[in-house]
């Protein structure tokens, strides 16, 4: 059982005690199966990335074991081309440890983001053995991203259970998929092991987010393109400063917390936590509390978090409290408290940048 002991480092006035952050992370193990998979709620499916948030903010607390076992799920069940579907249920199995694929797509974000948590993994508890053990699936899995690269240094968003993908790229996946090469050039690099097509490809997204939001399907209507250039590392400085303020009026409600879709009155709480973090991570802690604070509202009494909000029907919808949710809080509640991996993974400032192709006709712009 957890104790208010292990999570003095998620104590945050105004948004977390330390009996608080005990509870939250009681709701996320008790979600976690015995094989180790965190889906969204009990009884209900998995994804990949969120599986990986979730386990990130078990080991900001500490529950070091418990995130090993979800890493191991991943690798488990990787799928021979490095991939992981998009979704898994226990629904035919739900007294054993069989996950049947739900969704068969592959979306690249979902199986990149491994990396991050690897690396975080990696930095809270710096087990070589580990790090030695996951490396092929992290390695498989990157292989299989970079292959879906477009030639503008954008990354197609899923591959088809046919095999076939769209030339399409999502600005907010893209920029989630961009920290977790960081990472993964990071985990390369604690190895010895140089991996310089990684860097390139890790300069050419970086330079698409930055330069080229024509690269990009229109999603403006997402609070998460709003932030997520930050959030993935990608914009730090002036830039991620009037990023922010150019929308905050679209998609903060004050008190409330941050609108998922700009047009509909719902606030959600993983928006929200992000959004935290990415302040943190442009300095501007005190504003970050103030988001984290504003969605208190969220917390049920088992120290979970409901989804969200519809704030003109005074409504909890949908009525789920899923571990994501509560992950993304730790998270960005251990970043603000100066956990060591965490801010490590989210700051940015630590981790390989790789390397940008050289401008053609002599240009000197990055």
Not at 58 to 80: K, M
Request: charged letters at 25%; one cysteine or more; aromatic letters at 10%.
């Amino acid at each position: 059982m957890t104790s208010p002991g292990r999570t003095e480092r998620l104590v945050l006035p105004g948004v977390l005690t330390a009996d608080q952050a005990a509870a939250t992370v009681r709701g996320i193990v008790a979600i976690q199966r015995p094989d180790g998979a965190i889906p969204w709620f009990t009884g209900g499916h998995l994804d990949p990335w969120d599986h990986v948030e979730a386990a990130m903010a078990l080991d900001a607390a500490g529950e070091h074991e418990r995130a090993e076992a979800a890493y191991l799920w991943l690798a488990r069940n990787q799928n021979a081309d490095g991939s992981w579907y998009a979704a898994y249920s226990y629904a035919d199995d739900p007294a054993g440890a069989h996950a049947t694929p739900g969704d068969r797509g592959r979306e690249t974000n979902f199986c990149a983001y491994i990396a991050v948590g690897v690396w975080h993994h990696y930095l809270s508890t710096g087990d070589d053995a580990f790090l030695d053990e996951m490396w092929p699936h992290l390695f498989a899995a990157v292989e299989f991203v970079l292959e879906l690269q477009l030639p503008g240094g954008e990354i197609a968003w899923k591959r088809e259970d046919d095999d076939s993908h769209p030339n399409e790229a999502l600005l907010t996946g893209c920029c989630s998929i961009y920290q977790a090469l960081r990472c993964a050039l990071a985990v390369a690099e604690q190895r010895e092991e140089p991996q310089p097509d990684w860097e390139l490809a890790t300069g050419r997204l970086g330079h698409a987010i930055l330069r080229h939001p024509e690269r990009f399907m229109d999603k403006s209507r997402y609070s998460m393109d709003w932030y997520y250039p930050v959030l993935g590392t990608a914009l730090r400085g002036p830039e991620a400063k009037e990023r922010i303020e150019s929308a905050w009026d679209r998609f903060v409600v004050p008190g409330l917390g941050v609108r998922c879709v700009e047009d509909r009155p719902w606030v959600t709480g993983g928006e929200s936590a992000e959004l935290a973090l990415a302040l943190w991570a442009m300095g501007e802690s005190d504003r970050a509390v103030e988001i984290l604070a504003s969605i208190r509202h969220l917390r049920a009494e088992d120290g979970m978090y409901w989804t969200g909000y519809v704030f003109e029907d005074d409504a909890v919808w949908p009525e789920e409290r899923t571990s994501w949710t509560a992950g993304a809080l730790l998270l960005a509640v251990a970043a603000l408290g100066g956990d060591e991996a965490t801010t490590a993974v989210f700051d940015g400032g630590r981790l390989p940048v790789g390397l940008v192709e050289p401008p053609a006709h002599g240009c000197s712009c990055v």
